[in-house]
């Protein structure tokens, strides 16, 4: 990756002498893992510190760490170890990460989002990698300290960086989209995430926004062009539209559902991906006009989609008992998302029976209840059933009874009355939809009928 030197002419202040140029293989904050001449980066949280676990980190690999400077350094290291002091472990990470992107000066395509942000990074690095020497976020890395991490991961003669970028404030954005310097920046859309830090969709979509804040000079914003609040950037000449609306400048259309796949057309060109669902077509249209930036033919695009491998617990299929289909779209949810996900399940064919198992959407703050409300006025036939888990998603079933008699609802107090519930629906001509929030964790459900 890089020496102690480059670290000393980055940080000058610096304990030990440095007797030998030695690499630094890794950059780690995680004192616990092994990690053979890495440099140890202690992070301050709300309840731990990193700089207490330096001894571990030494012997695990580390060769030197960053330092606070306010915090002793301990006297039984070795003579060696190398200690670089900074006023905070990790504005020193950050720093470190956007020097080591100009060191390796990849093209970089940042990637936010409400919803659909990891599909179309993952859409993204599929495509790219087919011809390009692609690095990109891996699992949530995506905050201020796994974006750093994820730069810091990239081999040397990495030619394009793909980062997704997410938040729950405002300002969150701006830091990692100044560390990473998008050529290419992508605005999935503006939905209700994190709408009790942010006070409406509006402050959503301001807080996205500030993605275009560490855009380079001569780089282009892709955003959602259906999305009303995001039209007044139409004009904008560094900004390109991507929607169902004629009027974007990429256009998608004639998208039909097949089995497990969808396949539409951008521009007049004709794609399939292996995801179900309108909003998917919408992220791989992102992933076609990178493809297009970086002079990919769109033989080598649709390659990319045929090898397309998306995140665990983003509409996974599954296969559970007795061969009932699952979907597992338990990773996280939004208003806009679960809404998305239903009609989905709608628009498949070849099941006599569909039912949706719904969580609490979290982060809604005081319009949690008409969110959750707006769920249910989405859901008729064909879905036969609707049972629901947590505090919030009992809107969902209750108002969907109301208006829909002929739609079992059933909301349940604890998973393993779930569980119990849905050994009753376990049938081949039956699918399953699982959709809530994160901290929801679905998927404790989900395994329980899969076994």
């Not at 002091?85 to 409400?114: C, H, M």
């Not at 954005?173 to 990473?180: F, G, H, R």
């Not at 500030?210 to 000079?217: A, D, T």
């Amino acid at each position: 990756m890089f020496t102690l030197s480059f670290l000393k002419k980055l940080f000058s202040a610096s304990q030990s002498l440095l007797t030998s140029d030695q690499t630094v293989r890794q950059v780690v904050t995680d004192s616990r893992k092994k990690a053979k001449n890495s440099l140890f980066v202690p992070i301050i949280g709300d309840t731990f510190n990193g700089h207490d676990f330096i001894h571990q980190a030494i012997e695990h690999g580390a060769i030197a760490a960053l330092w606070d400077e306010t915090i002793p350094v301990p006297n039984d290291v070795p003579e060696s170890f190398v200690f670089f002091f900074v006023k905070d472990t990790t504005n020193g990470l950050q720093q470190l990460a956007k020097e080591y992107r100009d060191k390796v000066n990849p093209i970089v395509v940042g990637i936010t989002g409400s919803n659909g942000k990891t599909t179309t990074k993952d859409l993204v690095k599929a495509v790219v990698q087919t011809t390009k020497k692609t690095h990109a976020t891996e699992g949530n890395f995506n905050n201020h300290i796994g974006l750093p991490l994820t730069i810091l991961q990239m081999k040397k003669d990495t030619e394009v960086l793909v980062l997704e970028m997410g938040m729950n404030h405002f300002g969150e954005i701006d830091v990692l989209t100044k560390i990473a310097q998008p050529n290419y920046a992508i605005i999935t859309n503006i939905g209700e995430s994190h709408i009790e830090h942010l006070g409406s969709r509006s402050g959503i979509s301001r807080a996205k926004l500030e993605i275009k804040n560490g855009l380079q000079s001569d780089g282009y914003l892709l955003v959602d062009g259906d999305e009303a609040l995001l039209h007044h950037l139409r004009e904008e000449k560094y900004v390109i539209t991507c929607g169902f609306n004629q009027i974007n400048d990429v256009r998608i259309n004639k998208v039909y559902l097949h089995a497990q796949t969808t396949t539409f057309e951008v521009n007049g060109q004709k794609y399939t991906i292996p995801l179900l669902g309108k909003h998917h077509a919408k992220n791989a249209a992102f992933a076609v006009e990178v493809a297009s930036f970086l002079q990919i033919d769109h033989k080598k695009v649709q390659q990319g989609f045929d090898s397309f491998t998306h995140s665990n617990m983003r509409f996974e299929w599954l296969e559970g008992k007795n061969n009932v289909s699952i979907i597992n779209d338990a990773y996280n949810a939004s208003p806009t998302s679960m809404k998305a996900a239903i009609e989905v399940v709608k628009q498949i064919e070849g099941y006599s029976h569909k039912g949706l198992v719904l969580g609490d959407i979290l982060e809604l703050g005081k319009q949690s209840k008409s969110f959750h409300r707006s769920i249910a006025e989405t859901i008729g036939g064909p879905i036969s059933f609707v049972f629901t888990f947590g505090e919030h998603a009992k809107t969902i079933s209750d108002d969907v009874q109301k208006a829909n008699e002929t739609i079992t609802c059933k909301h349940f107090a604890t998973k393993q009355q779930l569980i119990e519930a849905l050994q009753n629906y376990l049938h081949e001509d039956t699918l399953l939809l699982f959709k809530a929030s994160r901290g929801m964790k679905l998927e404790d459900v989900i395994h329980e009928i899969i076994q």
